[in-house]
Every structure is written in structure tokens, then in C-alpha cells.
């Protein structure tokens, strides 16, 4: 690996960042433009850029948050159904495997047979998947 390849370091606390004035995005103290909105981090100074910069931050703040929930809601709105259309697609899936399964052991076919156990394996791993699903 090589040594002198420039990174994005991760922004900490401790570490003194200049705040973007445009979008309130807190940038490194190297940075000479917004990582965020590219504006120029050319600092104005006075009390009022100060209130400015406060008034950017927590709006950017709140943003992030809105973001944040409104992913959480709309998972959380689309999941049971999601949920319940794999269900229902591995509930079919293995019925139509055992059913074909039944038929293919009454009629001695051998393709019926192969196809059986295609559907119900296929089904089976759907409904495997729904349970065992890592969030
Ligand atoms: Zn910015």
C-alpha cells in the first residue's frame, strides 16, 4: 500500500473544522472548499457570520434527522409488504411443487418429477430466506 496516498480523514470533535457558511456542512480546517456544496470556505468574520454559522449547522442538523426517520418510516411501511409478497410467492411455490410431486409419483413421470422439486425447492429457499433474513 502506498504511504503518501491522501485520505479523507474522519471528522472528530476535538479536531478545530471550518463550517461551510452555505449549507453548514463542517468541513476540515485543510479544506478550501465545502466537501458538501463546493462552495469556497472563504471565512466572513464578525458576530453576525457567527450566528449564520450556528443557524446552518443546526439546520443541517435537523436535515440529517428528517432523513434519517423518513428512511426508517418508509422501511418500515414497505417491509410487511415486501414480507408478505415473498410469502405468499414461497407458500405457492412449495404448493405447486408438492402438488406436481403428488402427480409425477401418481403418473411415474420423470420431467413432472424434475420440475416438482425445482418449484419446491425454489419455494422452500423463498420462505428459507423470509425467516432467516438479516436486517
Ligand atoms: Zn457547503
Redesign the pocket.
Known amino acids: 500500500m502506498e504511504q503518501n496516498q491522501r485520505e479523507p480523514t474522519p471528522l472528530n470533535p476535538n479536531q478545530k473544522g471550518k463550517l461551510?457558511f452555505?449549507?453548514?456542512?463542517p468541513?476540515r480546517s485543510t479544506d478550501l472548499r465545502?466537501?458538501?456544496?463546493?462552495?469556497s470556505l472563504e471565512e466572513p468574520s464578525g458576530i453576525f457570520s457567527m450566528f449564520q454559522q450556528t443557524y446552518y449547522v443546526l439546520r443541517w442538523r435537523l436535515e440529517l434527522k428528517q432523513k434519517r426517520e423518513g428512511i426508517k418510516k418508509n422501511r418500515a411501511l414497505f417491509y410487511p409488504v415486501k414480507f408478505l409478497g415473498y410469502f405468499i410467492l414461497g407458500i405457492v411455490l412449495s404448493g405447486t411443487g408438492l402438488y406436481l410431486m403428488i402427480e409425477a409419483v401418481n403418473s411415474n413421470s420423470f420431467s413432472r418429477a424434475i420440475i416438482s422439486v425445482l418449484l419446491l425447492l425454489y419455494g422452500l429457499f423463498t420462505l428459507k430466506g423470509l425467516i432467516f433474513r438479516q436486517k
Open positions: 461551510c452555505k449549507c453548514g456542512f468541513n465545502c466537501v458538501y456544496c463546493e462552495v
